[in-house]
Nanobody, 110 residues
Framework: QVQFVESGGALVQPGGSLRLSCVAS????????AGWYRQAPGQQRELVVS??TSGVADHGRFTISRDSAKNTMSLQMNSLQVDDTAAYYC?????????WGQGTQVTVSS
């Protein structure tokens, strides 16, 4: 069983940057591929980026990092666009419905 707590969301202007953080509870986090998801108003939740093990993975504007020993994950988002506005969540990949946390809201607006 894993539980996730996300933080770091904010209101930012287009072109800005933001770093989201995720803390996982439970001793089995290291076993899972994990990722960041987002859900915009009126849309399905979608996987943004994922990472299998501890380290850093660059996906263009988004960079995901993970420290399995500390049960933490982060998402660095650069050059934010209005379309990036959403609630952001971390979860395993594929997602487990019982693991969803409260998410953290990112709003990109001028």
């Amino acid at each position: 069983q894993v539980q996730f707590v996300e933080s770091g969301g904010a209101l930012v202007q287009p072109g800005g940057s933001l770093r989201l953080s995720c803390v996982a509870s439970g001793s089995n986090f290291y076993r899972y591929v994990a990722g960041w998801y987002r859900q915009a108003p009126g849309q399905q939740r979608e996987l943004v980026v994922s990472i299998a093990t501890s380290g850093v993975a660059d996906h263009g504007r988004f960079t995901i990092s993970r420290d399995s020993a500390k049960n933490t994950m982060s998402l660095q988002m650069n050059s934010l666009q209005v379309d990036d506005t959403a609630a952001y969540y971390c979860n395993t990949v594929p997602a487990q419905s019982e693991y969803w946390g409260q998410g953290t809201q990112v709003t990109v607006s001028s």
